[in-house]
T-cell receptor, first 114, second 112 residues
Framework: EAGVVQSPRYKIIEKKQPVAFWCNPISGHNTLYWYRQNLGQGPELLIRYENEEAVDDSQLPKDRFSAERLKGVDSTLKIQPAELGDSAVYLC????????????FGSGTQLSVL | GEDVEQSLFLSVREGDSSVINCTYTDSSSTYLYWYKQEPGAGLQLLTYIFSNMDMKQDQRLTVLLNKKDKHLSLRIADTQTGDSAIYFC????????????FGTGTRLQVTL
């Protein structure tokens, strides 16, 4: 069974450019998470979806970040415009349901903003 | 908010036991987890413990929980070079909408 798939694996952009990340969760997993991991830090939650509904986006910088999960399966995370401080690894994770279920993580997208 | 603290680095010899420690502040944590992250990869769940337990053993892994001191540890017996990675402690409070809070990670280096 395929795990959580993310693309691209790496992305290098100049500041003020837009960027988008894509995630395909494990089949049947209702809950999808986007995390940001800064160098030398643990992941921090940006947004959590239950099916197509964003149930926790309190940590998402809404002035430049947006996310969608239109059909309750794949999800995209967008940054527009990107800033130097956005350089990080963006991790997608999924679980069967929110709460105490085990989270399965993708390999992440490493973003470098120059 | 919740805070999870870990030491940054641990070096052990192959075959020895490793003990990675974690402290947390949320006394209402219901589950605590250990994740492993290898270079360039996402996080892999190793094990987890419910807050009403004080120990859990899974093959080479032993998790100890001291709820009074809010201290969690992960012991890896017979540490192998393949155990070299960053280990993250995480906690969740099911009363606060299921948000996992991760520590800063402990880098485990296994030497020959």
């Amino acid at each position: 069974e395929a795990g959580v798939v993310q693309s691209p694996r790496y992305k290098i952009i100049e500041k003020k450019q837009p960027v988008a990340f894509w995630c395909n969760p494990i089949s049947g997993h209702n809950t999808l998470y986007w995390y940001r991991q800064n160098l030398g830090q643990g992941p921090e939650l940006l947004i959590r979806y239950e099916n197509e509904e964003a149930v926790d986006d309190s940590q998402l910088p809404k002035d430049r970040f947006s996310a969608e999960r239109l059909k309750g399966v794949d999800s995209t995370l967008k940054i527009q415009p990107a800033e130097l401080g956005d350089s990080a690894v963006y991790l997608c994770a999924s679980s069967l349901s929110g709460g105490t279920e085990k989270l399965f993580f993708g390999s992440g997208t490493q973003l470098s903003v120059l | 908010g919740e805070d999870v603290e870990q030491s940054l680095f641990l070096s052990v010899r192959e075959g020895d036991s490793s003990v990675i420690n974690c402290t947390y502040t949320d006394s209402s944590s219901t589950y605590l987890y250990w994740y492993k992250q290898e270079p360039g990869a996402g996080l892999q769940l190793l094990t987890y413990i419910f807050s009403n337990m004080d120990m859990k053993q899974d093959q080479r892994l032993t998790v100890l929980l001291n709820k009074k001191d809010k201290h969690l540890s992960l012991r890896i017996a017979d540490t192998q070079t393949g155990d070299s990675a960053i280990y993250f402690c995480a906690e969740i409070n099911t009363g606060t909408a299921s948000k996992l809070t991760f520590g800063t990670g402990t880098r485990l280096q296994v030497t020959l």
